[in-house]
């Protein structure tokens, strides 16, 4: 028995082709909406590619791209096949098309359906890439003078301004790492000199922040330097009171922001996942109903339309029997060309 067996007249057949051909041209500016949210997240994405660990994370908006793309050509094409579908002799081209276009149309919607699924599960990934480039580009912050990193303090700074954090997961990861330049730092000091000796590595460590992490609404002048000395502030203490620097870690928040928008996006992928499916199923009801007319002289007369000529159970046994016969014809194909190989040539000798 056929799946969503649906009886069409004339009236009907056309209202199907009408709709669909307006539902297409709905989907292709769809599809130019994926496409821009793709465009923006790149952008956005590559803003802070210095704080990130690898390239991984374009692959969402990369494939919102293509998917965009693909989207806008693949339902322009169906709703010029739409408009057609009511004249029967342009119509006529399109039906061998019909199937294998159908065929395309349902592993797009796949892919669809795929990359909105990795829009709601990116986080996991996407905080191990954010938590590796933040810690990486903080060892960098002090290197100014040298080429393809000056940049970084610059980055580090505007992010933890814009975003209001400190750190990879707080504040106190500056005190792990050598923030400040050599170039700045007075190597006949006394202190400076029992800071670097004082550290395995012969590193300048200070408990510190750059002045990105103050926070500009508190009352108080910000303490960016001795955070955790009572003794070197008046009426200061550092483990009671909220201090004057971002509490928040980078990671958190660049977290929160990109998991925020792809979620948003997963959102709209799968809105844009249903109204495909909704199209294609429709395209199909229009195809069958329309090569099912009894009497294609009689465009008046009754047809039938269905999404599957079998049920569900029946379609997939027949093809699972396809694949068979596909895997059968292959072994034999494969076994005539073994004896043909082991074959010998006769040689005869002429006396």
């Not at 709601?120 to 905080?127: H, T």
């Not at 954090?165 to 990861?173: A, I, M, P």
């Not at 379609?315 to 494969?334: C, P």
Request: charged share 20%; aromatic share 14%; glycine share 6%.
């Amino acid at each position: 028995m056929a799946l969503l067996k649906v009886k069409f007249n004339q009236k009907k057949r056309v209202k199907l082709a009408q709709g669909l051909w307006l539902m297409n041209w709905f989907s292709v500016f769809a599809g130019i909406i994926v496409f821009s949210i793709g465009l923006f997240l790149k952008i956005e994405l590559r803003k802070r590619s210095e704080v990130m660990d690898n390239s991984e994370s374009h692959f969402v908006p990369n494939s919102l791209i293509l998917m965009g793309i693909l989207s806008c050509a693949f339902n322009a094409l169906a709703g010029k096949i739409c408009y057609d579908s009511l004249d029967p002799t342009k119509f006529a081209k399109w039906k061998p098309l019909l199937k294998p276009y159908l065929v395309l149309c349902f592993f797009f919607n796949f892919f669809i359906f795929f990359i909105a699924l990795i829009c709601f599960l990116m986080r996991g990934s996407l905080e191990t890439t954010l938590a590796y480039g933040l810690k990486n580009g903080m060892k960098f912050y002090r290197d100014t003078d040298t080429p393809g990193r000056c940049f970084m303090k610059k980055t580090i700074d505007m992010l933890q301004i814009e975003f209001r954090c400190c750190g990879n997961n707080g504040f106190r990861d500056w005190f792990e790492i050598q923030w400040i330049s050599n170039r700045y730092l007075d190597f006949g000091s006394k202190e400076v000199k029992d800071r670097i000796k004082s550290n395995v590595d012969g590193k300048y460590l200070v408990d510190g922040v750059p002045f990105s992490c103050c926070n500009p609404s508190s009352p108080r002048p910000c303490i960016q330097y001795q955070v955790t000395n009572n003794s070197a502030h008046y009426s200061y203490d550092y483990q009671t009171e909220e201090l004057n620097l971002w509490n928040r870690g980078c990671r958190e928040a660049l977290l929160l922001y990109y998991s925020s928008m792809m979620s948003s996006m997963g959102g709209v992928v799968l809105f844009v996942w249903l109204f495909e499916v909704s199209v294609m199923v429709g395209l199909r009801l229009l195809q069958t109903a329309l090569e099912s007319i009894a009497n294609p002289e009689d465009p008046e007369c009754e047809s039938e339309g269905w999404l599957l000529e079998q049920s569900l159970t029946d379609t997939f046994k027949s093809a699972l029997e396809s694949l068979k016969k596909i895997g059968k014809f292959n072994q034999v194909d494969a076994g005539a060309e073994g004896e043909e190989g082991g074959k010998t040539p006769a040689i005869t000798t002429v006396s």
